[in-house]
Nanobody, 123 residues
Framework: QVQLTESGGGLVQAGDSLRLSCAAS????????MGWFRQAPGAEREFVAA???????NYDDSVKGRFAISRDNAKNTLYLQMNSLKPEDTAVYYC?????????????????WGQGTQVTVSS
C-alpha cells in the first residue's frame, strides 16, 4: 500500500509554469506505475501523464510538449513540470499509483490516489 500527497498547485497566469510534486510513503514506490490526472469542475477525471517503473512515459495529447512527468525513486517523489499553462489546464490535479503491470490512461486502473492540488490558470 502507498499513501500519496500532492503539493505545488496555485494560481498563475497563462503562459506561466508550475511544478507539482507527489510524495509517496513506503519503500515500494519504485514498483508502481505513477500517473497524473486532473478534474475540472463538472468534468470527469482525465488522464494527463504516466511514467512506468522502467521510465517509459505517456502523455495526453493536450499536454504533449508542455508538461513533463518524472520520478525520483530515491526520494519517493513524482513530479509534473507544467510549462506554457493555459486557462483550460485549470483543474484539481491528482497523482495516482498503479500496479507495475498497468501502464494505461484509465483512472480505474490506478489503485491509490492523493487528495489533489488545485491549479488555476487565469487568462
Amino acid at each position: 500500500q502507498v499513501q500519496l500527497t500532492e503539493s505545488g498547485g496555485g494560481l498563475v497566469q497563462a503562459g506561466d509554469s508550475l511544478r507539482l510534486s507527489c510524495a509517496a510513503s513506503g519503500r515500494t514506490f519504485r514498483t508502481y506505475t505513477m500517473g497524473w490526472f486532473r478534474q475540472a469542475p463538472g468534468a470527469e477525471r482525465e488522464f494527463v501523464a504516466a511514467i512506468g517503473i522502467s521510465g517509459s512515459i505517456n502523455y495526453d495529447d493536450s499536454v504533449k510538449g508542455r508538461f513533463a512527468i518524472s520520478r525520483d525513486n530515491a526520494k519517493n517523489t513524482l513530479y509534473l513540470q507544467m510549462n506554457s499553462l493555459k486557462p483550460e489546464d485549470t483543474a484539481v490535479y491528482y497523482c495516482a499509483a498503479a500496479s507495475r503491470d498497468y501502464f494505461g490512461t484509465i483512472a480505474a486502473g490506478y489503485a491509490y490516489w492523493g487528495q489533489g492540488t488545485q491549479v488555476t490558470v487565469s487568462s
